[in-house]
């Protein structure tokens, strides 16, 4: 077979010279009017270019193979056509926002980016070949140029099937299914039917295009439809359109409900007169900008999602605006003020410029407000923006993500954003023939991260630390492989072989359930999920599986999972299987209020769960499709602007359940410091607000004669409100959180501009200032904390005790290179093993990849560390080394080390209590112990020992204290402590 990868060789510069052409859409589309409508919007279309597959000559390959019905009967005189898989087509199209495919994007906003594929018929599968099939249902294609093709058929009174990726020399049999129709209706909010309404349909397995329209009591039907899922799209005048991404042909009708499109007015303001500026409206894949000359602006085709508006102009800027467009109409003032702008630069750990990054700026909150994406060494200019605190994130190919808080005052503020560079392990996926393998999912162990290859099956992982790594790929069609590799790494390939193979035939009630999924696993590790739902022949491939014994479930969304089997495959053999959905019932039903009017948007779930959560629609009405018929369910629901107050149960199966809630009362109010200045966002409850002036008119949560509600901002006080109810709350007043202060200074003691100053617990960070001073909010709540101060890889911490006014001196020292070997418990070094560890100063996790030798070497933040010795993941019952790493460098074994004792230590387990072997002879003062001992030079901890004999391993040679005790709380009489010499003639016994 791997002679394939010399056909390619071949073909390469035919195939090469055919090149997808992409047109990069303007993610910022601007307009000159002061409206922008759904047509403003849409996103260029990439260039589909045609690709050549025959020589024009007599030389070439052959691709020949079968046309057969479902029931494998030939079928004669068929069309069938080819093109080369290297021709794109719509299932092909990455979203450029999220990298999803298209089809699978689950933004609303890509919907209209689909929607023009359609207009325009573009994207569609086009033959550049074609032949017919004889008596027997064979066909033949010569004279080929290439090694993957895309090939098609269809006959009189079938359906049209696929096979991708079909290799000459290997044959083809491309199974017709009869001749399907998805049936449905169009209908607006209210549940009322759209006429005239125009439905588009793609199949996700033959992208070839279909397209109905709705009737008078907006049904429709489309005909004529082969293998599925398809995606199937609806419009109307005067609405937005709706898509369901996954719709199987000729199973339950299909209800697409139509948005009428939000228009969100926008009024530019200057101490209160009109003013020009350039409008920006950022959410989620939606970005838009209008200019105004003091005239309204307004946004049309909007979905009613949650979205951030904002102003400038030259000098000003105004606060940005979180809303979500409810009503059809939404109508903000913003109100220009005094701005400033970041000058952003990004570099490396050695000052150099990173290649091509990419900058998100988002609110205090996290919404995004800027996204730039800068060429390298450029100054990226970011503003007018109003004055306040940000977030800055940075990004580029080959580094590590990060962010700096972002405080924008007037004029310009200069930041340098540091990129780490990340250790990297790149390579191809490749196919049994030699051909790269798009769009594979590849495991990384001992991680556990996933990474997906690129369209041409290239992949790039980025990894902790330098190690042992072992890759793992799998695609239910085209096999599996594996590979170890020493990291960094790069141009690995990682080929896929057949191994053992799977092929599941599902059915239900003796019908073959086309859409099926397949699952195998073993004890939760090693999960195999198949990539494509099964066809019309209701088989799922399960192709390139380890040898093993597993466990297998298929599953449908509108049936009941099969029974669990258990299956052994065997390397080189293919197990044919079959498995049986059972048929759920629905449980349907409407949400109303207590006057009986349909309430839309309420999250409803089962318990016992049986199904995902749903949401009711414009009617009230909502359906979970398939649980356990005859079964009793209790219905939760929740909704930001009314309570569930009556217990609500129903049936599967049986009649619809009403579920009625109680429309919560609204109330207004202002929120502002104890200064008297108004707090400008804030969160009440589950309601996050955004306020110029700080006034609030909310849905709020009652308890009686009552209202009881949580106030929370940054930089204050947490208030509880409990007032008796009444529409107007009037002033709620929030405590400024006192600041502590201080000062980052270096080694010799001078001061330390731009390091990010912050605490475990604290809500936000800052920035020191030109002469390394800051002030920090401090965190509510809270006796002791730790304040740090970063900047590139010098750190520095301090303690800080809950009211302390000292002023902080923070020092910043250089990483310490930590180094050393890890061992299994019979002393054997252990390669490729994952370690975890925290930073107990600041809760920052530490990932340790070890070496093919065992060994190690990171550079970390000088500092107390917990390293999680066991392989599980529950803090209870593992061993845990508490260590102060410092120094230049600094050499630590994991593990039973050569050299190093044992200790047996008998005990009575109980909940809650801790056993620690401290390195020396060190006096315990405290009780509970845990703080003090959490901050031990070297020391064992085992927390919740599971038996009553404990054996501590990897000692060095000398003398421990032994402390047991309760961790959390005081132990009566105080924790029990012994001092052993190690190693140690005999065990030793703890318990009064």
């Given at each position: 077979m791997r002679n394939w990868i010399l056909i390619g060789?071949?073909?390469?510069?035919?195939?090469?010279?055919?090149?997808?052409?992409?047109?990069?859409?303007d993610r910022a589309p601007r307009d000159s009017r002061a409206s922008a409508s759904l047509g403003s919007t849409s996103k260029s279309l990439p260039e589909f270019s045609a690709v050549e597959v025959t020589s024009g000559s007599q030389?070439?390959?052959?691709?020949?193979?079968?046309v057969l019905d479902s029931s494998g009967r030939p079928v004669p005189d068929a069309e069938v056509f080819l093109s080369a898989s290297a021709e794109r087509t719509l299932v092909d199209v990455r979203c450029d926002e999220c990298d999803q495919a298209l089809l699978s994007c689950p933004a609303r906003e890509s919907t209209l980016h689909t929607l023009a594929f359609f207009e325009q018929q573009r994207g569609f599968l086009s033959p550049r070949a074609t032949a017919r099939t004889d008596a027997e249902g064979r066909f033949r294609f010569e004279h080929l140029v290439g090694v993957s093709f895309s090939v098609w058929a269809r006959a009189p009174g079938l359906g049209v099937a696929l096979?991708?990726?079909?290799?000459?020399?290997?044959?083809?049999e491309l199974f017709l299914p009869p001749l399907r129709s998805i049936l449905g209706q169009v209908v607006d909010e209210s549940g009322q039917p759209l006429r005239e309404a125009r439905v588009y349909a793609v199949s996700r397995r033959v992208p070839l295009p279909f397209e109905a329209r709705s009737g008078a009591d907006g049904?429709?039907?489309?005909?004529?439809?082969?293998?599925?899922?398809?995606?199937?799209?609806?419009?109307?005048?005067?609405?937005?359109?709706?898509?369901?991404?996954?719709?199987?042909?000729?199973?339950q009708p299909v209800r697409l409900q139509l948005t009428p499109s939000r228009t969100l007015e926008v009024r530019v303001t200057r101490d209160g007169q009109p003013a020009a500026a350039t409008v920006r409206v950022r959410g989620d894949h939606l970005s838009r900008d209008l200019r105004t000359e003091g005239e309204v602006v307004r946004f049309t085709g909007l979905y009613p999602d949650e979205l951030v508006v904002t102003a400038e102009a030259p000098g000003l800027g105004s606060i940005p605006r979180t809303l979500t467009l409810e009503a059809r109409v939404t109508q903000v003032t913003l109100e220009l003020e005094e701005a400033g702008k970041l000058l952003v630069t990004v570099v490396d750990e050695a000052g150099e410029p990173v290649p091509s990054p990419e900058l998100l700026l988002r609110t205090a909150r996290g919404d995004i407000v800027r996204r730039e994406r800068a060429s390298t060494g450029a100054l990226v200019e970011l503003g007018p923006l109003a004055v306040g605190e940000y977030v800055l994130e940075g990004k580029a190919e080959g580094f590590r993500e990060a962010q700096l808080p972002a405080r924008v005052g007037k004029g310009e503020t200069s930041l340098e954003l540091e990129l780490e560079r990340a250790t990297l392990i790149t390579g191809r996926v490749m196919d049994v023939y030699g051909r790269p393998a798009p769009r594979v999912s590849v495991l990384v162990q001992p991680t556990g991260e996933t990474v997906l290859a690129d369209g041409d099956g290239y992949f790039s992982a980025s990894v902790p630390t330098p190690g042992l790594y072992e890759l793992h790929a799998h695609h239910s069609e085209w096999g599996g492989g594996q590979v170890k590799v020493t990291a960094p790494a790069k141009d690995v390939e990682l080929p896929l072989e057949p191994h053992a193979s799977v092929e599941v035939t599902v059915s239900s009630g003796g019908r073959r359930v086309e859409g099926a999924d397949v699952v195998l696993w073993v004890d939760q590790e090693g999960i195999f999920r198949s990539d494509r739902s099964s066809g019309p022949d209701g088989v799922v491939p399960m192709r390139g599986m380890p040898e093993g014994t597993y466990s297998m479930v298929a599953s449908h969304p509108d049936f009941q999972p099969s029974e669990r089997k258990q299956v052994t495959v065997t390397e080189g053999q293919t197990l044919k299987l079959e498995a049986e959905l059972k048929p759920g019932a629905p449980l349907t039903g409407d949400v109303v209020d207590t006057q009986g009017a349909p309430v839309a948007g309420a999250a409803l779930s089962v318990v016992p769960r049986g199904a995902e959560p749903v949401v009711s629609d414009a009617r009230g009405h909502f359906e979970f499709r398939s649980l356990r018929p005859d079964r009793g369910y209790?219905?939760?629901?929740?909704?930001?602007?009314?309570?569930?107050?009556?217990?609500?149960?129903?049936?599967?199966?049986?009649?619809?359940?009403?579920?009625?809630?109680?429309?919560?009362?609204?109330?207004?109010?202002?929120?502002?410091?104890?200064?008297?200045?108004?707090?400008?966002?804030?969160?009440?409850?589950?309601?996050?607000?955004?306020?110029?002036?700080?006034?609030?008119?909310?849905?709020?949560?009652?308890a009686g004669d009552r209202v009881i509600v949580a106030v929370d901002a940054s930089g204050y006080e947490p208030l509880m409100v409990d007032r008796p109810v009444s529409p107007e709350l009037g002033d709620l007043v929030l405590e400024k959180l006192p600041s502590i202060s201080g000062r980052v200074r270096d080694a010799s003691g001078g001061p330390v501009a731009d390091a990010v100053v912050s605490c475990e617990v604290c809500d936000e960070s800052v920035m020191s200032g030109p002469d390394g001073t800051f002030t920090l909010a401090s965190p509510p709540y809270v006796a002791r904390y730790t304040v740090s101060a970063r900047k590139g890889r010098l750190t520095g911490t301090q303690a800080v005790e809950r009211g302390s006014r000292a002023a902080l001196e923070l020092t910043l020292k250089q990483a310490t290179r930590l180094s050393g070997r890890v061992f299994l418990p019979g002393g054997q070094p252990a390669a490729g093993i994952g370690i975890e560890a925290v930073n107990g100063d600041r809760g920052e996790p530490l990932n340790i990849v070890t070496g093919p030798d065992g060994a190690y070497s990171v550079d970390v933040a000088p500092g107390s560390y917990r390293f999680m010795l066991g392989t599980g993941r529950d803090f209870a019952g593992e061993p845990a080394l508490v260590v102060q790493v410092g120094g230049a460098q600094m050499h630590l074994d994991l593990g039973p080390a050569p050299g190093s004792a044992s200790l047996t230590v008998q005990l009575k387990p109980e909940r809650g209590k801790a056993l620690w072997v401290v390195a020396g002879?060190?006096?315990?003062?405290?009780?509970?112990?845990?703080?003090?001992?959490?901050r031990s030079r070297w020391a064992h901890l085992i927390y919740q020992p599971r038996s009553e004999q404990v054996v501590i391993t990897g000692l060095p040679p000398g003398r421990y204290t032994l402390v047991w005790g309760a961790f959390h709380v005081e132990t009566p009489g105080g924790p029990e402590v012994r001092v052993v010499d190690v190693p140690s003639r005999g065990e030793v016994t703890l318990g009064r």
């Open positions: 060789i071949l073909s390469a510069l035919v195939v090469a010279g055919a090149a997808w052409l992409w047109s990069r859409s030389e070439g390959l052959a691709l020949t193979g079968r096979r991708d990726r079909a290799a000459p020399g290997d044959p083809v049904a429709f039907s489309l005909e004529g439809l082969g293998e599925g899922p398809f995606y199937v799209l609806a419009m109307a005048e005067g609405y937005l359109p709706a898509v369901e991404s996954q719709v199987e042909a000729g199973s209790r219905l939760e629901v929740k909704h930001s602007g009314y309570d569930q107050t009556e217990r609500a149960e129903g049936k599967a199966g049986g009649p619809p359940v009403k579920v009625v809630l109680k429309k919560r009362d609204v109330f207004r109010g202002r929120v502002v410091g104890n200064d008297g200045a108004p707090v400008r966002r804030f969160r009440m409850d589950e309601h996050q607000v955004d306020s110029p002036d700080g006034r609030f008119e909310l849905p709020l949560p009652t002879d060190v006096p315990v003062t405290s009780n509970p112990p845990a703080q003090e001992l959490m």
